[in-house]
């Protein structure tokens, strides 16, 4: 069990604070991708008025269009919840919609692409005994390093005939808060993040299969807990100004990763939450979801 990379904030790490990370230790495959439109996001205050419309990949993967949209990035200055990776907060349009995989990559899915599954828990006993078991093919993959994820996005577009990419860090945060502006997509009451997230309260220590917990408003499940998810960006500070479809840092040691993990207090798992690990570095906490921007007009 491999250990992660140092974020700039120690408050992170803050036992006392009792929200710090601990360093740690079938979809049947479709002859071709379709879209189709599935049934409207379960109501709530930020859901979309319209129907949400689905790619489905020949691997079985299921990728919703992400409105184009604007909202703020990150948190305020004055807001006590905020770490200084956060700040400060920041006005972000997303020009263009792009698809955005449903779930992280599977086990299963990932080993069709690329011939290999590298994750931990793969429900065969490890050299930890309990820690090893317990995965299977619709657990998240992970152990994946950040070139891992790039090198299957690659694979992925060479077999579909479309460009599949991690998505940004914006892009990411823009999805996972689905219209809120809360902590988390559903609200600030953390007792209510069992009902959407794996974590270290609930996991038992490990992944669970994907998308049995709540969706957020735009049909995107584990967005929050069970593993986090390697972005495009170098990690890099925020600044106050406004951005169109920003990229992240021009270079940099660290790539960023978001949205918390199996291990992981519920802080860690808010949507403004920030992390950074290298390029190579591979955790058995750490997996990936996959982003398409080939749109059309017709929005296919």
Not at 2 to 25: C, K, M, N, Q, Y
Request: charged residues 25%.
């Amino acid at each position: 069990m491999t250990t992660r990379s140092h974020f700039a904030s120690a408050e992170i790490r803050s036992p006392e604070s009792g929200d710090g990370l601990a360093e740690s230790v079938a979809t049947p495959p479709e002859p071709k991708a379709k879209v189709r439109v599935a049934a409207p996001a379960p109501a709530t205050p930020a859901a979309t008025a319209e129907p949400l419309r689905v790619l489905t990949n020949s691997i079985g993967m299921r990728l919703v269009l992400i409105p184009s949209g604007q909202f703020h990035m990150g948190l305020p200055e004055a807001d006590s919840r905020a770490l200084d990776g956060e700040k400060p907060q920041h006005t972000v349009r997303i020009s263009k919609p792009f698809y955005l995989a449903v779930t992280p990559v599977t086990q299963e899915q990932y080993e069709r692409v690329m011939g290999s599954n590298p994750s931990y828990f793969t429900g065969s006993p490890g050299i930890l005994g309990f820690f090893g078991k317990g995965g299977g093919p619709r657990h998240p993959v992970e152990q994946a390093s950040w070139k891992d994820a790039v090198e299957f996005c690659r694979k992925l577009s060479a077999r579909e005939g479309r460009r599949y990419r991690l998505p940004t860090e914006a892009e990411w945060e823009y999805a996972c808060r689905a219209g809120s502006t809360t902590s988390w997509c559903f609200g600030n009451d953390k007792s209510a993040l069992r009902d959407y997230a794996w974590y270290r309260a609930n996991s038992e220590g490990k992944t669970h299969p994907v998308a049995e917990k709540k969706p957020n408003a735009w049909g995107l499940y584990d967005m929050h807990g069970n593993v986090w998810e390697w972005c495009s960006d170098w990690f890099g500070e925020y600044t106050s100004t406004a951005a169109d479809d920003p990229t992240g840092a021009t270079a940099g040691s660290l790539r960023v990763d978001r949205g918390g993990s199996w291990y992981g207090f519920p802080r860690n798992c808010r949507s403004a939450f920030r992390y950074g690990d290298t390029p190579g570095h591979r955790s058995s906490y750490l997996g990936f979801r996959v982003a398409s921007s080939s749109v059309d007009a017709t929005g296919k």
